[in-house]
């Protein structure tokens, strides 16, 4: 069964403190894996799409890496604003539509 | 261009009764799918639409039905409501040939009393 942990649960850091969110997947052939924001109370806004292993992108100040078997979201010099959880999900290659898995979050709380 | 968009916003029910959720999808797009986001945790795949039939369904009860219209919007209808139904539902739209981004709306907070 596919399956995503994300690592820590929760994470505080200062203002201009960077730091690494994990996420760990196990999925039979991998499509696609997704990095998602989520506000309080608020649908999931769509950050990158990695697609295979070594794959890189940016925003800001965030930047997503893809190997094997994890994936990390980078956050530079983070301000307040960023404040909010971060949502890992992967898409298999089997499936014939579009079916993400989620893991349960990192809650991010950036302090001035 | 809107977004993707879902009604209403919050809900009250109580046990055993009935709701429906709904949810027009990103312009452009023709694929539906419904998540359930329990508090604190990741959003779960409830089914997804394409063509208006149920084309993908994840660990749900026969309880969870939908439904999508030739205007491509969706319906999420729950029967027999449980207090664990409580949750917010997340509507996501995507093109079907190109999957590399599924569009979330703001969500509809079903509580169940």
């Known amino acids: 069964e596919d399956q995503v942990t994300q690592s820590p649960e929760a994470l505080r850091l200062q203002e201009g403190e960077s730091s690494s969110l994990n996420c760990s997947y196990t999925v039979s052939g991998l499509r696609g894996l997704f990095w998602y924001r989520q506000d309080p109370g608020k649908g999931p806004e769509f950050l990158f799409t990695?697609?295979?292993a070594g794959e890189e992108k940016e925003k800001e100040r965030l930047k997503a890496t893809l190997t094997k078997k994890e994936s990390f979201l980078h956050i530079t010099a983070p301000k307040p604003e960023d404040s909010a959880t971060y949502l890992c999900a992967v898409q298999a290659m089997n499936t014939g539509f579009q079916k993400l898995v989620f893991g349960t979050g990192t809650r991010l709380l950036v302090s001035p | 261009d809107a977004g993707v968009t879902q009604s209403p916003t919050h809900l009250i029910k109580t046990r055993g009764q009935q709701v429906t959720l709904r949810c027009s999808p990103k312009?452009?797009?023709?694929?539906v799918s419904w998540y359930q986001q329990a508090l604190g945790q990741g959003p779960q795949f409830i089914f997804q639409?394409?063509?208006?039939?149920?084309?993908q369904r994840g660990n749900f009860p026969d309880r969870f039905s939908g439904h999508q219209f030739p205007n491509y919007s969706s319906e999420l209808n729950v029967n027999a409501l449980l207090l664990g139904d409580s949750a917010l539902y997340l509507c996501?739209?995507?093109?079907?040939?190109?999957?590399?981004?599924?569009?979330f709306g703001p969500g509809t907070r079903l509580t169940v009393l």
């Open positions: 990695l697609y295979s």
């Open positions: 312009s452009g797009h023709d694929t």
């Open positions: 639409y394409y063509e208006e039939e149920e084309r």
């Open positions: 996501a739209s995507s093109f079907r040939l190109r999957d590399d981004e599924q569009f």
